[in-house]
């Protein structure tokens, strides 16, 4: 990475280049008790330019600008219809206009636009003749958005903002198609904060949101904040929101052909009507505490989602429909404890749990962990030094799509790190440890994460 930035009085730039390798630890695994080669060895390399420029004592303007390229090793030897190279840039460009009069008053505008491309040629010989198994994807977005912050009276503050935006979708292999997928959404929300007494605060909003596929929805929002005593808030929050379906979920045509138009195999057909959005219902019940004399902060949380008109495939060949509910409710707590100013504990639990009807997929209800830990501790042993240690508890889970089971692992990490001034640089070394304990997969059961140890050195200038 090479980064350059400087400026002088209200301009400043800031342009950095970088270029990554890497490739896997382990290529060659087992599946299903075959033999098999992962192709994932990348190369990607990337642009990025910023200029913020102070208009007056008020007013300020930003723009960014990124390209970015890489060659991705992709696919498994396994599985000669997944392409085992692809062909990724992308490429976005933001504007922004900021105006800020006081602490409790300001707007700003921006414009945004952002273009990703895929291409994996892939041509494969079968007994039937040759078949053209590449992909194709070019993604590309427009958005322009407004937001006003502004305190209107002593005990209310508002926050108001609409969007538009543009997207399209264009791929052969996903469409069976190359004309393009678009459309334009539009959206707008205002949101209230009010200080009915020192001890509660109330907040309550709502987005109001026209998209290209399922019409008309609003989205509300209401949240109590109750201050028990000075360090001690319980806070009650009921939601409403909604996700469209894709472009993909609403018409998907994935097929494959021999290069003479022989249909092999249908794998996705487009939705047989329009689509509702899912729908999601979201309760909850909340207690911040902090104990300054103990050095102690918590956050402790009850939540209850029921998720309708969930949207899954179903049948061969597929197609997206809306299948049913389902339901989420669980609770997390967070603990953060500071004995003394060098030593530092955070420790974490949540516990989820899923239920859904009988037309749900049955993956979904196992698609999360029951049960997550985590631990982490920070010692700062002066002179520059400091340690650190975190493990690390998940439950047995299923993915999603195309992932595999993951048992349940525990994982620890550790780090020892010292940080001092050459030359008036910043500079640190560090030696990390991860998964110290046995290995474990990730989303697929051929990406087995092992123990792991690596030394880093950084210089700042």
Do not use: C
């Amino acid at each position: 990475v090479v980064r350059v930035g400087g400026g002088e009085d209200d301009l400043r730039y800031r342009v950095t280049l970088s270029s990554q390798a890497r490739d896997r630890f382990e290529q060659d695994v087992i599946d299903n008790g075959q033999s098999d080669r992962l192709h994932e060895k990348t190369r990607t390399r990337v642009l990025n330019g910023r200029i913020d420029y102070r208009l007056s004592a008020t007013d300020e303007v930003s723009a960014q600008l990124g390209l970015s390229a890489g060659d991705w090793g992709s696919g498994r030897s396994s599985h000669p219809i997944e392409p085992s190279r692809q062909d990724a840039s992308a490429q976005f460009a933001q504007i922004k206009f900021r105006r800020t009069l006081n602490a409790d008053d300001e707007w700003m505008a921006q414009a945004y636009y952002s273009r990703n491309n895929v291409e994996a040629p892939n041509f494969l010989n079968t007994g039937v003749g040759a078949v053209d198994a590449a992909i194709d994807l070019l993604q590309t977005r427009t958005n322009l958005e407004f937001q006003l912050n502004r305190r209107v009276a002593a005990d209310w503050r508002m926050s108001l903002g609409a969007e538009w935006r543009h997207e399209s979708a264009t791929s052969a292999r996903y469409f069976n198609s190359t004309a393009p997928r678009e459309g334009a959404l539009a959206r707008g929300f205002l949101n209230l904060e009010w200080r009915a007494h020192p001890d509660w605060l109330i907040q309550g909003g709502a987005m109001l949101e026209h998209h290209y596929f399922t019409g008309t929805d609003l989205s509300p929002r209401v949240a109590v904040n109750y201050t028990l005593a000075e360090g001690h808030t319980l806070r009650f929050n009921l939601s409403q929101a909604y996700r469209s379906p894709t472009f993909f979920e609403q018409d998907g045509n994935l097929a494959y052909r021999t290069t003479t138009g022989i249909l092999l195999n249908q794998i996705l057909l487009p939705a047989s009507a329009s689509l509702k959005p899912e729908r999601i219902l979201s309760r909850e019940i909340g207690y911040v505490g902090r104990q300054a004399a103990w050095g102690i902060q918590w956050d402790i949380k009850l939540f209850r989602d029921r998720i309708d008109n969930t949207l899954d495939t179903d049948g061969s060949p597929a197609r997206f429909e809306n299948t049913g509910a389902f339901q989420v409710q669980g609770g997390d707590i967070q603990l953060s404890w500071q004995p003394v100013r060098d030593l530092q504990f955070n420790a974490q639990f949540a516990r989820v749990m899923i239920e859904g009807n009988p037309d749900l997929d049955e993956d979904i209800p196992k698609s999360a962990p029951r049960n997550l830990f985590s631990l982490l501790a920070r010692y700062e042993l002066g002179q520059g030094w400091s340690a650190s240690a975190g493990v690390y508890r998940s439950g047995r889970m299923y993915w999603l799509s195309d992932g595999d089971v993951t048992q349940a692992y525990t994982r620890v990490d550790a780090r020892l790190a010292r940080r001092w001034t050459w030359q008036g640089h910043e500079v640190e070394a560090a030696l990390v440890g991860q998964n110290l304990g046995e290995d474990y997969t990730e989303f697929r059961v051929q990406n087995v994460f092992s123990q792991r140890v690596y030394g880093s050195l950084r210089v700042g200038w």
